[in-house]
């Protein structure tokens, strides 16, 4: 067992999307939902939570690979908690979510791999709150890219990090 634990910023799983996933692993074993009469055809609960995520306006293929393992592994609530922390952000860090520290200092994680989209905004953010925190800190390069600022903003934010807040990985 690792001693630190992996969050993706900039993955920012909002709170409605949050509410469709644990919704549709709460409703996947119940029977009156294998079966929902609608205009566009029969669907069950895993159909409409797939449908939802690939609308939502962030990045849809990735919340539907998620929903797509969480059902292909029989994922549960009670299993979820094993296996990852969802953490909603409406913001640059995930450290706003109170949630999210509770979280890591419940479970006693004092080191951080830090991955995610738009390097210069969330990683970044991320990183400097994780290091005004105390948390040790790694960025995993090759999992995180600048949709905003392209690989000029990307490679300026992981110099930023390597000579002030941690390791680039």
């Given amino acids: 067992t690792a001693d630190w634990k992996f969050i993706s910023s900039g993955t920012p799983f909002n709170p409605g999307m949050r509410s469709a996933i644990e919704l549709a692993m709460l409703l996947q074993k119940d029977p009156k939902y294998q079966a ?11 159909d ?35 296996l990852a922390f969802l953490a909603s952000k409406n913001t640059y860090s995930v450290f706003t979510n109170p949630r999210f520290e509770a979280y890591l200092k419940n479970k006693k994680i004092e080191e951080l791999v ?34 905003t600022s392209g690989k000029e903003g990307h490679l300026g934010a992981l110099e930023i990090i390597r000579k002030n807040l941690g390791t680039i990985i």
Avoid at 36 to 46: A, D, Q, R, S
Avoid at 118 to 147: E, Q, R
């Fill in 114 to 147: 830090i991955v995610g989209l738009d390097t210069d905004f969330c990683v970044l953010a991320d990183c400097f709150n994780a290091f005004d925190k105390g948390y040790k800190i790694s960025v995993a390069a090759d999992c995180c890219a600048s949709f």
């Fill in 36 to 46: 929902i009469p609608t205009l566009y055809g029969i669907f069950n609960i895993k």
């Fill in 48 to 82: 409409i939570a797939f449908e939802l995520s690939d609308k939502w306006a962030g990045f849809p293929k990735d919340i539907f690979r998620l929903l797509k393992a969480i059902d292909e592994n029989k994922i549960t609530n009670d299993t979820l908690e094993l």
